[in-house]
T-cell receptor, first 113, second 117 residues
Framework: GAGVSQSPRYKVTKRGQDVALRCDPISGHVSLYWYRQALGQGPEFLTYFNYEAQQDKSGLPNDRFSAERPEGSISTLTIQRTEQRDSAMYRC???????????FGSGTRLTVV | AQTVTQSQPEMSVQEAETVTLSCTYDTSESDYYLFWYKQPPSRQMILVIRQEAYKQQNATENRFSVNFQKAAKSFSLKISDSQLGDAAMYFCAYRSPYGGSQGNLIFGKGTKLSVKP
């Protein structure tokens, strides 16, 4: 696609529910990053994919968070048993090559009530 | 580990005037990239300007320019002839020159810029 597409744009979920956030990167972009941005803060790194391989997940806050990119294109970030503290903007960014320039998606704003 | 500090939570500027947003960073690397991103109320993340540390010349993009002081680890953004559309959160970010997960962006906490008509 022309840009990085994230869906849904907004998600309100009840505490304890699982959510799946989707990122569709620019076609051909090899690298894909997930970030989380709390209100009033800068984005923080969560995890990184090179093609389908998840090469770094050191930023995932706990084991309720997981991500996949099975075919090296679309990626899904899953949060299990959501908690209120998970409420944030979740952003995806992709780049053509490792170390290349990034394009950010518009993000998914997650609210856990 | 690298860190990025933006010491001005909020700034205000009069339309058509010039404003400078501050950013300092800490790193032991000699080569790296620095960025300024703009986040308007729509909450998109828009790249404003990029600087490569090995280049001594300060980057410029139309009304936006940087003052890159490598020894001082300072990377300020100057906005000239401020416009109402410049009102946004501005994030300074650092990135290692390496690829992979080391290439992830490290952001400051942001500066909220208001532009007064």
């Amino acid at each position: 696609g022309a840009g990085v597409s994230q869906s849904p744009r907004y998600k309100v979920t009840k505490r304890g529910q699982d959510v799946a956030l989707r990122c569709d990167p620019i076609s051909g972009h090899v690298s894909l990053y997930w970030y989380r941005q709390a209100l009033g803060q800068g984005p923080e790194f969560l995890t990184y994919f090179n093609y389908e391989a998840q090469q770094d997940k050191s930023g995932l806050p706990n084991d309720r968070f997981s991500a996949e990119r099975p075919e090296g294109s679309i990626s899904t970030l899953t949060i299990q048993r959501t908690e209120q503290r998970d409420s944030a903007m979740y952003r995806c960014a992709s780049s053509l090559a490792q170390g290349g320039g990034y394009t950010f998606g518009s993000g998914t704003r997650l609210t856990v009530v | 580990a690298q860190t990025v500090t933006q010491s001005q939570p909020e700034m205000s500027v009069q339309e058509a005037e010039t404003v400078t947003l501050s950013c300092t960073y800490d790193t032991s690397e000699s080569d790296y990239y620095l960025f300024w991103y703009k986040q308007p109320p729509s909450r998109q993340m828009i790249l404003v300007i990029r600087q490569e540390a090995y280049k001594q010349q300060n980057a410029t993009e139309n009304r936006f320019s940087v003052n890159f002081q490598k020894a001082a680890k300072s990377f300020s953004l100057k906005i000239s002839d401020s416009q109402l559309g410049d009102a946004a959160m501005y994030f300074c970010a650092y990135r290692s020159p390496y690829g992979g997960s080391q290439g992830n962006l490290i952001f400051g906490k942001g500066t909220k810029l208001s532009v007064k008509p």
